[in-house]
């Protein structure tokens, strides 16, 4: 059962659970909202075709036994820059400071590949040694680019070595997130 618990403004709103904590973070518009709909099988993010939608850290309890993180996209989204730097430092201090946050599931558009503020996000990731996935999204679309930044694992010291392509269009590539997230 999945229950949505509610949008948070401040880490410190957060509520303090026992449960383990998958967050998903990408550009605005990488289509993770999509992404964790498709995941749990069920409409519970919300998804619009607006980039920067989603601006407050959204939490899900899956099962009473698992929470999932929807947190605002970066990027892309046409904010102020007091807004954006807001975002960022809401965002350094959940990775930094959140105990139960197990995995970062870091989304990138597949057909643009990996971009600089991806590439800043993993680095500050490899940093403070907070674990993360890389997770293409959209497969099923046409690649726009010949030449896209390769991800190699072993240059990040934080970062799992599989890399997921998933499409939530087609539903493909979902499995190994379901049997992380502990979904049968």
């Known amino acids: 059962m999945i229950k949505f618990v509610g949008s948070f403004e401040t880490v410190k709103s957060l509520p303090n659970t026992q449960f383990t904590e998958f967050a998903f973070i990408g550009r605005s518009n990488v289509g993770k ?3 964790i709909n498709a995941i749990l099988g069920t409409s519970v993010a919300r998804t619009s075709n607006t980039p920067g939608r989603t601006q407050s850290l959204n939490l899900f309890n899956l099962d009473d036994r698992v929470m999932i993180v929807d947190l605002p996209g970066y990027g892309y989204a046409k904010v102020s820059k007091t807004d954006a730097m807001r975002w960022l430092n809401r965002l350094e201090e959940y990775l930094i400071n959140r105990r139960q946050l197990k995995r970062l599931f870091i989304l990138i558009d597949s057909r643009i590949g ?6 800043d996000l993993m680095d500050f990731c490899d940093r403070n040694a907070i674990p993360y996935q890389i997770v293409y999204t959209k497969k099923d679309k046409k690649i726009r680019e010949e030449k896209q930044k390769e991800i190699i694992h072993t240059e990040h010291g934080a970062m799992l070595p ?3 392509q998933t499409s939530a269009e087609k539903k493909t590539g979902l499995e190994p997130l379901r049997n992380t997230l502990g979904i049968k």
């Open 162 to 164: 599989e890399i997921l």
């Open 114 to 119: 990996a971009r600089d503020s991806d590439l």
């Open 33 to 35: 909202s999509s992404l």
